[in-house]
């Protein structure tokens, strides 16, 4: 049987099992199962268990428990009050005001949690009530949060870039560092169209508030310094090469907890529950890279990626049409799948053409997270808007409905990562 044939077998056998509703990793750890067995014809469970235990035994994944951990402290916390409190006086007079408090809100806490839904939830719970009680448009205001969580996937330390340097063999603390302009380039482009909206519908703004004065605006920046420093002690170690992603997250969960104690939301309760959902989140993870892992190894005993990379190569397609065609798979599998399964699922898998192509897998990389941010907004399985929902109390159909706007924002900048790469690799080659 040809290697294209056991290719399209395989694929339409993980459209029914994920149709079917069984989890990703069942899903995956059952194909390569199908694949090595049957087709291969080589001795699976051999197979089956060193790749399990490889996929998970590297000390490069050891960031990722306690990254989620920090976050999961801080989703306790009253972080997400310091930073509304902090932002809001100084926004008042700008076209859009309030409205950026979602986008530089959702930025801050993204550098301290690197978790889309928690940055999502966190900054919504005060920001939806607080905006809707002052009169602004509940539509923007919930498109503007929905995706503005998305910064969480892509400002670091990010648990997707953990899941991919991992799956894809490139440096984590190189993808933290080549996160943060195109972070702060999305922030500016979301904030931009805020503006832009806001002038031409100032029948949908509430009347303008009064401005805050100095002593106001000093008050609660004050507020924001704890933030401020966490952010410090994450990313700036790493930047300046005083400790590694590793030790960065531990000095992370550590700052979380004296920032948790300093604010008075620390309890034994809390301490409990941040660790029981750190430890949920990253067997979760933990799982899915499992059944990556030993469909990985299936689809190369077959000779699927040498196939891919063939096919590609005959079809002559130029590197940036292949991104288009990666994009647009992305984006379809984000209809179906959440994001971390997308990363475990391609990665390995798409490398080997990538790097054919003369595409750098560090750039890829952060090509990649803006596609999964994509994915996290993107209806049936979004999974931005199952938080927003829980959040507002409204219907996923209206959710998508206010996020159209921003979604082609999100394509707008990955249009301009493939024009000006140097936003992704400049940091990065001025560093290591």
Known sequence: MSTTLIAVILAILLVVLLGSGLWVAVSLLTLGYVGLQYFAGVSSMHILGNAAWSSVSGWSLTPLPLFIWMGEILFHSRLSEDIFSGIEPWLRRIPGRLLHVNVFGSGLFAAVSGSSAATCATIG????PELGKRGYDEGMTIGSLTASGTLGLLIPPSITMIVYGVSAQVSIAKLFIAGILPGLVLLLIFTSFIMIWSLFNRDRMPEPEAPSDLLEKLRGSARLLSVVGLILLVIGSIYVGVATPTEASAFGVAGAILLSAFTGTMSWSVLMSSMREAVRTTCMIGFILIGASVFTDAAAYLGIPRQLVGTITALGLTPY????????LFVVMGCFIDGISI????????MPMVKTAGIDPLWFGIYLVIAIEMAQITPPVGFNLFVMQSVTGRDTLYIAKSIIPFFCLLLLEAALLIIFPGLVTWLPSTMF
């Open 321 to 328: 049409t292949l991104l288009i065609v990666l994009m647009g």
């Open 125 to 128: 719970r005060i920001s939806c």
């Open 343 to 350: 990363v475990v699922l391609t990665a390995a898998i798409l």
